[in-house]
């Protein structure tokens, strides 16, 4: 049994542990918590936190690539060997991706992303937050979704994954708004509405998507920037052309304006929250 298969057997569960949830709370709380539920059923969409210039590239056609595809390329591409190319790229934080990953066969063949429901999600992977407004089971597609970060909440030192504990936790798509409320169901209360989004997804946590077939820009339905890098961004690229940059900035002036365009293209809102 794969992941996305042990997702699907725990259909119903965290449906099961929301109504018990509702059954013991006073009835302020129970009325909250069910807001929160139809909040992530009528907002929830995944999003993938990217650098500016993967999102140009991405905006631009090229193939989304998970950190192995990444490395082959660079390899092919360089002559280096990818191994070493995946050490650089991953830095202190390789040994633990390399064990987690070598526990199932699936973990070098998928793709992440993060429940949103509002907000730029978990910036500190990139102040371009791409949404995908698509159910992501669409097509063929298989998705999985944890109540945290697989590498961090799931990582045995012994086994690589703690599959036991994540296997419990697991669930489909269907059942996604149930995992992000038992998740917050001591939050939710205490955090007002506007800043449920924030409880969802941002920095400090986030319910990760798993899924096996790559997203594509056909599938986005807008970019989100944080508005002070959005306009840290537009202060490079337009505020002053007759302005001298520096190389890098150059670079990042132009990643911006060819994303701006790309999506522009596509009729792709990017809006800065």
């Known amino acids: 049994m794969d992941i996305f298969q042990a997702a699907r057997a725990n259909t119903g569960r965290h449906k099961e542990q929301y109504q018990a ?3 013991a709370a006073d009835e302020a709380t129970a009325a909250l918590l069910a807001a929160f539920v139809e909040s992530v059923l009528h907002d929830g969409n995944l999003s993938i936190n990217m650098r500016v210039f993967v999102a140009e590239n991405f905006m631009s056609g090229s193939p989304y690539e998970n950190i192995y595809e990444f490395c082959d390329r660079m390899s092919r591409l360089s002559g280096r060997d990818a ?8 830095g202190p934080y390789c040994e633990r991706r390399l064990k987690f990953d070598a526990s199932r066969p699936e973990f070098k063949l998928v793709y992440y992303a ?3 429901i509002g907000g730029a999600g978990a910036t500190k992977y990139g102040e371009i937050c791409v949404v995908l407004g ?3 089971e669409a097509d ?3 998705a999985a979704y944890l109540r945290g970060d697989s590498l961090n909440d799931y990582f045995d030192a012994a086994a690589g994954a703690d599959m036991p504990r994540l296997l419990t936790d697991i669930c489909a798509e269907t059942d996604r708004a149930y995992l992000a409320v038992i998740k917050h169901a001591g939050e939710i209360p205490r955090t007002e509405r506007a800043g449920w989004e924030t409880l969802v997804c941002s920095n400090a946590s ?3 998507a798993i899924f096996d077939v790559r997203p594509a820009k056909q599938e986005v339905s807008e970019i989100r920037v ?7 961004l537009w202060d490079i690229a337009f505020a002053d052309f007759s302005r001298r940059l ?6 990042l002036a132009n990643d911006f304006i060819q994303l701006l365009d790309a999506a522009g293209t596509a009729r792709i809102q990017v809006r800065p929250v």
């Open 21 to 23: 949830a509702l059954e």
């Open 83 to 90: 191994a070493d190319i995946i050490k650089e790229r991953l």
């Open 114 to 116: 993060a429940l949103n």
């Open 134 to 136: 698509r159910c992501l």
């Open 140 to 142: 063929g597609r298989r």
């Open 206 to 208: 986030y319910i990760e």
């Open 226 to 232: 944080p508005v002070a890098s959005y306009d840290a």
């Open 246 to 251: 520096a190389s890098a900035e150059k670079a």
